[in-house]
């Protein structure tokens, strides 16, 4: 960690955070929202973990109208495949995902048998994911891959972190990947997560390939903001404790200075970038104008060790 930060300011601040476990409910909605895609087994994990309850219920509570989250939708498929195509492009072959929630794209992607994945979450996620993907495969007749691996981890904890990179390959390079976890995260967590992936690519070299470097004079932050759904984002705050507004990113230098506090530097590369399809618009079309946006705006960062 850089040395003008004070490990012990830190420490203060991260002790009076509200719990992460009170962000898990948000899996289920964002599982619900998967499931309108071709995602690979989107649509059983909703139905397995009923995630169709939380869905409503937030909805309900905002009283939306049904098409008020279609963008919603389409930016989860979107940042699903690119976060996979970007480390299927980066050719490493060992992945280290944080704050996994119920996607299951260990599952899919270890159906290649030269790469190792590390699925992790906190510990009612990684139980109720391990019993989850035991369903799904029982309904496919798939044997557990010996390459993937469910590990209950922090991304803020360096001991929980060890224990999952103890599957890899020392000589061999680390994807690190996560979707949706910064936005959640304080100022003061976010120096920690970049500390502690830095030390990881010291250690393994390799990449951090995320859609979280967002800020709030983006796209994304423009669609939370929304008086239309205004209500459903107050839901969310109230419920994990964690306003997204307040944790977002508020300008690209903010990123920039937060990389370079930890020596690291990053790439920005396009999500919608015409190498897949969204196939949730075929059941919940946006506007010409909403799909423009999304797809000017949302991006990947990837970053690695500075030269």
């Given at each position: 960690m850089d040395q003008n930060i004070e490990p012990s300011k830190l420490t203060g601040e991260l002790a009076t955070l509200p719990a992460h476990s009170k962000i898990s409910f948000t899996a289920k909605l964002v599982a619900f929202c998967r499931a309108a895609s071709d995602i690979p087994y989107a649509a059983e994990v909703a139905k397995l973990i009923d995630a169709e309850p939380v869905y409503s219920s937030?909805?309900?509570?905002?009283?939306?109208?049904?098409?008020?989250?279609?963008?919603?939708?389409?930016?989860?498929?979107?940042?699903?495949?690119?976060?996979?195509?970007?480390?299927?492009?980066?050719?490493?072959?060992q992945v280290l995902e944080f704050?996994?929630?119920?996607?299951?794209?260990?599952?899919?992607?270890?159906?290649?048998?030269?790469?190792t994945y590390v699925e992790t979450d906190l510990p009612e996620i990684t139980e109720e994911k391990t019993v989850l993907s035991d369903e799904i495969r029982a309904i496919y007749g798939i044997p557990h891959p010996?390459?993937?691996?469910?590990r209950s981890c922090n991304i803020l904890s360096w001991d929980e972190i060890e224990t999952a990179l103890s599957h890899f390959d020392p000589s061999k390079p680390v994807a690190i990947i996560h979707e949706g976890l910064l936005p959640y995260l304080m100022p003061a967590e976010k120096e920690v997560v970049a500390s502690h992936v830095a030390r990881i690519l010291r250690e393994f070299g390799g990449v951090w390939i995320s859609p979280d470097f967002v800020t709030m004079d983006e796209a994304v932050g423009a669609f939370w903001r929304d008086s239309s759904i205004a209500g459903m984002t107050e839901s969310i705050t109230r419920k994990t404790?964690?306003?997204?507004?307040?944790?977002?990113?508020?300008t690209q230098k903010d990123i920039d200075q937060l990389l370079d506090r930890h020596g690291l530097?990053?790439?920005?590369?396009?999500?919608?970038?015409?190498?897949f399809e969204l196939s949730c618009l075929k059941q919940k079309p946006l506007s010409e104008v909403q799909l423009s946006e999304l797809t000017k705006r949302l991006t990947l960062m990837e970053v690695r060790l500075a030269r």
């Open positions: 937030m909805v309900g509570m905002a009283a939306l109208k049904p098409e008020a989250l279609n963008w919603f939708d389409a930016l989860l498929e979107a940042r699903y495949k690119s976060l996979t195509a970007a480390v299927l492009r980066s050719g490493v072959t704050a996994s929630g119920v996607a299951l794209r260990g599952l899919v992607m270890s159906r290649n048998p030269s790469l010996a390459n993937l691996h469910y404790g964690r306003s997204f507004e307040v944790g977002c990113f508020k530097e990053g790439v920005t590369v396009s999500q919608i970038d015409g190498s």
